[in-house]
């Protein structure tokens, strides 16, 4: 039987991961996967590897994704202005895209040039953005990975609800967590840490 007209890999991650953001990344499967794009289920398998390879797929594609946003959240923005601007964009995304931002949250596979490709492009536009604080690579790598916990750390949290029911706002929260964060960075070359 052949394909429907149009379906291809990139229209079926695509359906993909609307269908995660909607339902659950564990609730992703082929058969429901294939009815909302009308088509049988063997359909998918000429364009993608069984459930598997769909959410390596899913995972990419997020990936890049999520890289898109932070790389337009810091244009035309300098130092603290691009690293704030790309921390309330990480949020955003996961908020917007939960199905995808979950498939996003496994490490990639070593063995995928793709992932390990789309994870490094990641890594280059928030080291990029920390250039102007003139700090070693080793800090440069341990910011990216503060910066990584405060997005997920914070974005876990609220998916939980643990700040459900406080009267303040999770909104002020995260600008405070940010402007600790910045401040912390700005002072990282005057200390020395052991």
């Known amino acids: 039987m052949p394909s429907r007209p149009g379906l291809d890999r990139a229209s079926i991650v695509e359906a993909a991961g609307r269908l995660a953001d909607e339902a659950g990344l564990d609730r992703l499967t082929l058969s429901g996967l294939a009815g909302r794009l009308g088509v049988r289920t063997p359909s998918l398998y000429n364009h993608i590897d069984g459930l598997d390879g769909l959410r390596r797929e899913l995972a990419l594609s997020g990936i890049q ?33 939960p199905g995808v931002y979950e498939a996003i949250l496994r490490a990639p596979n070593p063995d995928s040039m793709r992932m390990q490709e789309a994870s490094n492009a990641i890594l280059d536009t928030v080291l990029t953005v920390l250039e102007p604080y003139g700090l070693t ?6 910011t990216v990975r503060a910066f990584r916990a405060i997005g997920h750390g914070f974005v876990s949290l609220e998916a939980s609800g643990v700040f459900v029911g406080m009267d303040l706002a999770t909104d002020d929260s995260f600008r405070r967590l940010i402007f600790v964060f910045l401040r912390g960075l700005k002072s990282l070359n005057k200390i020395e840490l052991t």
Request: avoid cysteine; charged fraction near 35%.
């Open 65 to 97: 994704e999520l890289n898109r946003h932070l790389q337009r959240a810091a244009i035309g923005k300098e130092s603290d202005k691009a690293l704030e601007s790309m921390l309330h964009a990480y949020r955003v995304f996961a908020h917007e895209r």
């Open 137 to 142: 690579r080793e800090d440069s790598i341990h």
